[in-house]
């Protein structure tokens, strides 16, 4: 029998039986994972074999996964596809179809068959290695693949799986010898050499990857997979200069390729070169002139260049192509973040008129008027938010809490009420209403509420909140007997001690605010706001910066737009009298959050001590604007007149002697 004749009639068989009919429902299959596999499919098919297949009545068999069948029909025309039986062959069949389902159980199973007629076949072992792998069983992969290696030792495919495996285990060295014999068999196969690279990065050593890709581009000229893979890794672990080499090399051998040119322009931008960085953007969208991420990214870069006329061209064309309420909202806190609060709310505002009351538009707009401390527009937006949308209770507490800050009690309290009892364990909503209760003049019914909601449940947010009323009447030694009493009951509550350290650090007890942010420390090593909290400490003392510094970049890699987060970074390179770099971090901070006094004067107590005297200025005056919209943000509480002392030394040539 021909070999065409052969496959046809062996995949007859395997697609028509009740096993293949329920495990491999064409409709469900996921794509295939090519660089997962092993062996990888050869060249060549068999044309006849595929024709006598389509011939098939329609009625009489299942839909074909064809991606499947033309990945069998490859192996069968090479050497590693010589099976000794057409029963090893069906089973080969049957367990790439379970595998393409995703039924990798099953798929081992029918490769067991496989090889109970023939035993030691090195295609055969090195699949049944990948459903193992696949499986989280790592030894016994490691089992087949060995005896694949010795029953074939220029077999390529299994010593590439078994350095995947080796390296997933830890067992680097290993792991290495295989994959350099690998790439000794094929030195034009790219594959062995991307494991290799990814190893090296994985066990600490970048530039030894690099040399492997380098290695590759030699054997492959003009090949750019190795410098794509290991500069998007590079970029993504934050090692900007390899990632920006290695980039630009496959930029140059891929000109089109937009995550590279995309990633490669946010490296420019990240380091301050925000005109090259639209350079860059522009490339891709000769490639993808529609592509949405590219256009918003570019109209950023664009203003952060300040070309604010290239920027609107990018964001009309993105807003031409998207009618999502969220991508205006995306356009209008770019703006927002390069102080262009009018054009933010511009975009906002056509985009209301164009949606015929489009109710998610009103809340985004609501909330860019809040960001901007228009307290009154905010609630005139969030107003026009109906009752029945899904945001609306969101939308309410918002209205009601720039009520309150409008001055406007009555009306936000009944919300606010209205709120409460339709949700009496919101602790978001009981603590909104507490402080505008206090904000009305009645802070006795605030604590009142508090206390109410702690005898429903005992909160961390709910106890700082009461602290913080309490602190705010003056009783701050009362709010540490409360938070004491709680930490009794619950002493190893993270949240908690973190609450009962912020009002050791208001009431000015350093030392102590210290020691409850390690002891949160010591429960959650990765609790963020804690990490962030003693470093910016530390820093304030003027001591420890290099455990500062790593306590706030620890807090940063785990998140790492935050803007507070970086503000305290910003403010150990200070204190450190590292000024440049201060201001490289502070402006970042500023731009994540633009309109936050206390990174707005520590922007400006940076441009001041850099011999930038008109930009601090600036940021000084920007804080008092935003103090003046919003009293309450101020921190600590004597913030204005202290901003007012900076700016009247600063006139005087004072400032910093």
């Not at 839909?63 to 029909?73: L, S």
């Not at 594959?191 to 994985?202: G, K, R, S, W």
């Not at 209301?352 to 998610?360: N, T, Y």
């Not at 409850?516 to 909290?533: G, Q």
Request: hydrophobic content about 40%.
């Amino acid at each position: 029998m021909s070999p065409s004749r052969l496959l046809v009639a062996v995949l007859f068989v395997a697609l028509s039986g009740p096993q293949a009919l329920a495990a491999a429902p064409a409709s469900r299959r996921p794509r295939v994972d090519r660089e997962a596999m092993a062996g990888g499919a050869l060249s060549s098919s068999v044309e006849s074999g595929r024709q006598a297949l389509a011939a098939a009545p329609a009625s009489r068999r299942p839909r074909v996964d064809r991606e499947a069948m033309r990945e069998a029909m490859d192996a069968a025309a090479t050497d590693e596809g010589a099976f000794s039986s057409s029963a090893s062959y069906t089973q080969y069949l049957r367990a790439r179809l379970l595998h393409h389902a995703g039924d990798h159980r099953g798929a081992v199973d029918a490769l067991r068959l496989a090889l109970a007629t023939d035993d030691g076949h090195p295609l055969l072992l090195t699949r049944l290695a990948e459903e193992y792998a696949r499986l989280g069983d790592l030894d016994k992969a490691e089992r087949e693949l060995r005896r694949a290696v010795e029953r074939s030792s220029a077999y390529y495919p299994a010593h590439v799986l078994l350095g995947r495996v080796l390296m997933e285990s830890g067992r680097f060295t290993r792991a290495r010898l295989h994959l350099r014999r690998a790439m000794a068999l094929k030195p034009r196969e790219p594959e062995a050499y991307l494991v290799l690279a990814q190893l090296y990065l994985e066990s600490g050593s970048p530039a030894e990857a690099v040399k492997v890709v380098e290695s590759l581009s030699r054997a492959l000229p003009g090949e750019a997979s190795g410098y794509r893979r290991l500069g998007l890794a590079l970029a993504e672990r934050g090692d900007t200069a390899r990632a920006e080499r290695l980039l630009t090399e496959a930029a140059t051998r891929d000109p089109g390729d937009v995550e590279v040119l995309g990633t490669l322009a946010k490296l420019y931008e990240e380091t301050g070169r925000p005109g090259k960085a639209e350079e860059t953007l522009a490339k891709a969208l000769e490639r993808e002139p529609d592509s949405q991420e590219v256009l918003l990214a570019a109209g950023r870069s664009a203003l952060k260049a300040g070309s604010p006329v290239r920027a609107r061209a990018y964001f009309d064309r993105l807003l031409s192509l998207s009618g999502e309420p969220e991508t205006a909202v995306r356009v209008a806190f770019s703006y927002l973040s390069e102080r262009e609060p009018d054009a933010a709310v511009q975009v906002l505002e056509a985009a209301r008129s164009a949606s015929d009351g489009e109710p998610r538009l009103a809340y985004y707009a609501g909330l860019v008027h809040e960001r901007l401390r228009r307290f009154p527009e905010a609630a005139k937006a969030f107003a026009s938010v109906p009752e029945g949308s899904d945001i609306y209770p969101d939308a309410r507490v918002r209205l009601a809490k720039c009520l309150s800050l409008s001055g406007q009690h009555p009306r936000a309290l009944a919300l606010l009420r209205a709120a409460l009892q339709d949700s009496p364990d919101d602790l978001e909503v009981r603590a909104q209403y507490a402080r505008a209760l206090e904000r009305g003049g009645t802070p006795a019914r605030a604590e009142s509420v508090l206390k109410e909601g702690l005898s429903r449940q005992q909160s961390a947010a709910l106890y700082d909140a009461l602290a913080a009323t309490l602190q705010r009447q003056g009783r701050g030694a009362e709010a540490l007997v409360l938070l004491r009493d709680a930490l009794a009951r619950m002493p190893k509550d993270p949240a908690l001690q973190y609450v009962m350290g912020a009002a050791f650090e208001r009431q000015g007890d350093v030392a102590g605010a210290q020691a409850r942010m390690r002891a949160v420390l010591e429960v959650e090593p990765d609790h963020a706001p804690a990490l962030n909290f003693l470093g910016y400490l530390l820093a304030q003392s003027g001591r420890h910066l290099d455990e500062a510094e790593r306590l706030v970049l620890r807090a940063l890699e785990l998140r790492p737009d935050n803007g507070a987060f970086l503000d305290s970074l910003g403010w150990v390179y200070f204190r450190r009298g590292d000024y440049p770099r201060a201001v490289e971090v502070l402006e970042r901070a500023s731009t994540l959050a633009p309109d936050e006094p206390v990174i707005l004067e520590h922007l400006g107590d940076a441009y001041q001590r850099a011999a930038r005297g008109p930009e601090a200025a600036g940021a000084w005056r920007r804080a008092l604007e935003v103090l003046s919209l919003d009293p309450e943000s101020a921190e600590p509480p004597g913030q204005r007149e202290a901003l007012e002392r900076k700016l009247k030394a600063l006139s005087t040539g004072a400032a910093g002697r």
